[in-house]
């Protein structure tokens, strides 16, 4: 269903930096705008624990290559002052009614195709992105989670929802196989209090809470096991790329130092564009 921007004159909202009071608090994003005059799906692409958005940006290429497909890329900014996103149900900003009212602006002033809007995140913004399937009562038709997917657990009934997460079998922040996060620094005797199950627990989870059928496993890539969930209520899948030796890293050209290795014949980008292309409309 086309949003009501697509009959709105004028007040639309340009690509680059623009600006959003929410919770009293005045808060940032960056918007990359397509061509063309829509009805566009939207992507919500979500910053780590200490990074911002225009490295997110950047890292991830959503916002080039999400408008070549004809995607409006929202890339937000955590609140003013903080290191990361405030999820569901924790004190902190209300980063999910903030990112609520967001998408609601950009249906007022862009031309929304309101049944496809999605999320993605890295690390920390991945354990964001993955809690919007239940946070936000299934308005998102997918996610994409990479280097996170532990981070977030399913609700017990979430909405018929696509997944798809990239996860690294040597990530020294998010461990594959589970256990307390090693972010270092002031933030490490925090996250001695926290225990994250493994990534195949957490997949396994959103299966069982999605009832989905049981699913296959291939090698895309010599380094590569992929778990594809194709029978699951909706129409929707599951996928879960699990990279041998992978760091806490996007999948993909750009190598980061210190985050670990990057499977650079693997592209999460285009990956995850393919993966919300071919997810049904709510």
């Given at each position: 269903?086309?949003?009501?921007?697509?009959?709105?004159?004028?007040?639309?909202?340009?690509?680059?930096?623009?600006?959003?009071?929410?919770?009293?608090?005045?808060?940032?994003?960056?918007?990359?705008?397509?061509?063309?005059?829509g009805p566009h799906p939207v992507l919500l692409n979500l910053h780590g624990l200490g990074s911002d958005a225009a490295e997110q940006a950047a890292y991830s290429r959503l916002s080039q290559a999400g408008p070549r497909r004809g995607y409006l890329v929202?890339?937000?900014?955590?609140?003013?002052?903080?290191?990361?996103?405030?999820?569901?149900?924790?004190?902190?900003?209300?980063?999910?009614?903030?990112?609520?009212?967001?998408l609601d602006q950009l249906e007022r002033r862009q031309c929304v195709q309101t049944g496809r809007e999605f999320a993605a995140g890295l690390s920390y913004g991945a354990g964001l992105a993955a809690s919007l399937v239940c946070a936000l009562d299934g308005r998102l038709s997918g996610v994409a989670?990479?280097?996170?997917?532990?981070?977030?657990?399913?609700?017990?009934?979430?909405?018929?929802t696509t997944i798809i997460a990239f996860h690294g079998t040597a990530d020294h922040l998010v461990p594959y196989r589970g256990g307390h996060p090693r972010p270092g620094g002031d933030l490490q005797k925090l996250a001695e209090l926290v225990v994250l199950p493994p990534v195949g627990q957490t997949m396994d989870a959103w299966a069982a809470a999605l009832r989905c059928a049981a699913p296959a496993t291939t090698r895309p890539r010599p380094r590569v096991r992929l778990r594809l969930w194709k029978t699951c209520p909706g129409r929707t899948t599951l996928r879960l790329y699990t990279v041998d030796g992978g760091g806490h890293t996007w999948p993909g050209p750009i190598e980061v130092p210190g985050l670990g290795d990057t499977a650079r014949d693997l592209d999460a980008t285009e990956l995850i564009l393919d993966t919300f292309d071919r997810a049904p409309t709510r």
């Open positions: 269903m086309a949003s009501s921007g697509c009959v709105a004159r004028g007040g639309r909202l340009a690509s680059g930096a623009h600006q959003l009071t929410y919770g009293g608090l005045t808060r940032r994003y960056l918007l990359a705008v397509p061509a063309g005059p929202l890339t937000p900014q955590a609140a003013p002052g903080r290191l990361a996103w405030t999820l569901p149900h924790t004190a902190g900003p209300d980063d999910t009614g903030y990112l609520a009212a967001l989670a990479v280097a996170g997917i532990p981070i977030a657990q399913p609700c017990p009934h979430p909405a018929p």
